[in-house]
């Protein structure tokens, strides 16, 4: 039988208080938690007497809901990441930030924390807490993000030593920022780039790395305020309007009119558009059609042999100038193609190689043959594709053995030069 006089043990953990005298706040209950402690404090008499109290929604089982049209995302964002003070809560909302916290506390999201003044709630609140389930995925997917960034900058890092030595532009675009929307069309860029993928605009560039081509229309200024070389973007199909390097006695043909541009020196930047039809006329007697890389070579050849039709090709040559380039090559009797003896050039000697009718004669030139200076040797991603196009059978095939043979690029314009007058003397005899 139990002694009345017998104390009770008080128990080893406090309870949460229900305050339902608080009442002036439609939809959200009052009730103080817990201490961490575990016990609240006591008056003379032993009972507890709370100081802090919460504000949460009436059902605190109903899962948290966000009010729609409440909050932008990045303000949602904030809110539920972590517990906050009132006073940065007040500062990022302004007036409008008891009637948010109220709101948000009705639909679930958030507990508003008050001091006690004995049975009533201090003005203003003194913290506001997110749920913890919003908490909890919100910290979910920031640690994905961060995740996220990390894989892409690592990525970034393994693309920029791959193609640094054709796009050296292109690899300190990837070394220079963080931002990951930003680094991901920076890396999907450098990797048509690496494997040597030509889209046919803008839009289709888009369209192929996000699904629709609305997703951003501007990505060409945005690669070029990275620092991506303008050759970059012509290689990957984004000029808008790209350009065609002509000399010699070359006659250009369009709606309009035609200009003769043998009375000028070259090469000459034309700028293509879509909405005009261009014609390339070339003498009736031309041995040969040169089609070169290296501009500063395309121009000593157009001042020591005025006489030579000369393309420059800026690059590696989109549609439009390739179908120029073409056009051209029908009226001589043989097609030179000169570029750097890189990973770089032998894919601009093949995109244009493969693109002559057949029965073409031509000859792809090797600068390598020439005398040259040794460079730095060809990382691994250059070795394996040029490994790849070593494989053909044809003078690309040739062309690019010969690269791996030395083993390091050749784009140096006094080698293109000797090189040049070599070619020219042999097939023009």
Request: glycine share 6%; hydrophobic share 40%; aromatic share 4%.
């Amino acid at each position: 039988m139990t002694n009345p006089n017998e104390d009770i043990p008080e128990p080893e953990q406090d309870t949460e208080i229900a305050l339902t005298w608080i009442r002036d706040h439609p939809g959200l209950t009052a009730y103080a938690p817990v201490p961490a402690s575990g016990r609240f404090p006591r008056d003379s008499r032993n009972r507890p007497r709370p100081r802090n109290a919460r504000l949460r929604r009436a059902d605190p089982d109903l899962p948290p809901t966000r009010p729609p049209g409440l909050l932008s995302d990045g303000d949602w964002a904030w809110i539920i990441r972590t517990e906050h003070t009132w006073s940065s809560f007040a500062a990022r909302f302004g007036d409008q930030a008891y009637p948010i916290a109220v709101a948000l506390a009705q639909a679930g999201c958030i507990t508003i924390g008050h001091n006690l003044n004995g049975s009533s709630l201090v003005q203003p609140p003194r913290r506001v807490y997110p749920h913890p389930d919003l908490a909890a995925g919100e910290n979910e997917r920031r640690n994905r993000r961060r995740d996220n960034r990390t894989a892409l900058q690592n990525q970034a890092v393994e693309l920029a030593s791959m193609i640094v030595d054709d796009w050296p532009g292109v690899a300190q675009a990837l070394h220079g920022t963080d931002n990951p929307e930003r680094l991901g069309w920076a890396i999907n860029a450098a990797l048509d780039l690496a494997d040597g993928r030509i889209h046919d605009s803008v839009r289709a560039f888009v369209q192929h790395h996000a699904g629709h081509t609305k997703a951003r229309d501007d990505v060409h200024h945005l690669l070029a305020d990275m620092g991506f070389e303008p050759e970059a973007l012509s290689a990957l199909g984004l000029a808008r309007s790209p350009y065609i390097g002509l000399g010699g006695p070359i006659q250009l043909h369009s709606a309009g009119g035609f200009l003769d541009l043998s009375v000028l020196p070259g090469p000459h930047d034309i700028r293509l558009s879509p909405h005009h039809q261009l014609r390339l006329k070339l003498p009736d007697n031309a041995e040969s059609l040169l089609v070169i890389e290296n501009r500063q070579a395309a121009e000593t050849i157009c001042d020591i042999r005025p006489s030579q039709p000369v393309v420059w090709c800026h690059g590696q040559p989109p549609d439009a100038v390739l179908a120029l380039i073409v056009q051209a090559a029908h009226q001589a009797t043989v097609t030179i193609i000169c570029t750097d003896a890189d990973l770089g050039g032998v894919r601009i000697a093949a995109r244009i190689h493969d693109e002559l009718p057949a029965g073409t004669a031509v000859h792809v030139v090797d600068v390598g043959a020439a005398e040259h200076d040794a460079g730095r040797l060809f990382n691994t991603h250059s070795r394996v594709r040029l490994q790849q196009l070593a494989a053909r059978t044809d003078q690309i095939g040739t062309f690019a053995q010969h690269c791996l043979d030395r083993g390091y690029p050749i784009e140096q314009e006094a080698t293109a030069r000797a090189a040049l007058r070599e070619a020219l003397s042999s097939v023009n005899r």
